[in-house]
């Protein structure tokens, strides 16, 4: 199989997979511009991307999709996937969606939390890659100005703004030490 631009491969990583020695099957990929155009939707809120290591890629076909519908994504960053399938570097691939949307929060414990600093994401990448995760952790990017509380139901959890004006749900001091603090 030729490793172009819209290759995939299964995340379960041998040492064939390293060589570049991988059995693989041709399947047809279609950008979600055009699959959100031939299917005549109206409307997409939402966008869940889990592709080992090509979400990039999905959201490279996806430019018309958010510029339309603005819809909020789910992405799963898999550092390992980012490194070893695509040869990208993790932090290139937060920088960049950090870069086409307003907002990115990272999900930990089940609570949203926006990685608007450098030391964040700093502390984010290197989690990701050493933390208990085991280099997959779930962000939510999205554009313009979203209340949480409508996605996560979280009783007794409030909205706290901390020492540098940034928004945060749930306990800062618990996010702080883990991806850095203010």
């Given amino acids: 199989c030729s490793s172009d631009l819209y290759t995939g491969i299964s995340h379960v990583v041998t040492p064939s997979h390293m060589s570049g020695k991988v059995s693989c099957e041709v399947i047809k990929v279609s950008r979600l511009d055009d699959i959100v155009r031939q299917a005549e939707l109206k409307k997409v809120d939402f966008v869940k991307i889990d592709v080992e290591g090509h ?78 995760q085991r280099c997959r952790n779930n962000l939510v990017c999205l554009n313009g100005d979203l209340e949480l509380r409508h996605l996560w139901y979280l009783p007794g959890v409030e909205e706290k703004i901390d020492s540098n004006g940034l928004r945060y749900v749930g306990d800062v001091t618990a996010f702080n030490s883990e991806y850095g603090s203010d």
């Fill in 55 to 132: 979400e990039r890629n999905v959201l490279y076909g996806s430019d018309q999709v958010i510029e339309e519908f603005n819809p909020i994504f789910f992405i799963e960053f898999n550092a390992l996937c980012l490194i070893a399938f695509r040869d990208e570097n993790p932090r290139r691939f937060l920088e960049y969606l950090c870069d086409k949307f307003t907002h990115v929060y990272s999900i930990h414990r089940g609570v949203p939390h926006l990685l608007g600093s450098e030391e964040q994401r700093y502390h984010f990448i290197r989690n990701n890659l050493l933390g208990y």
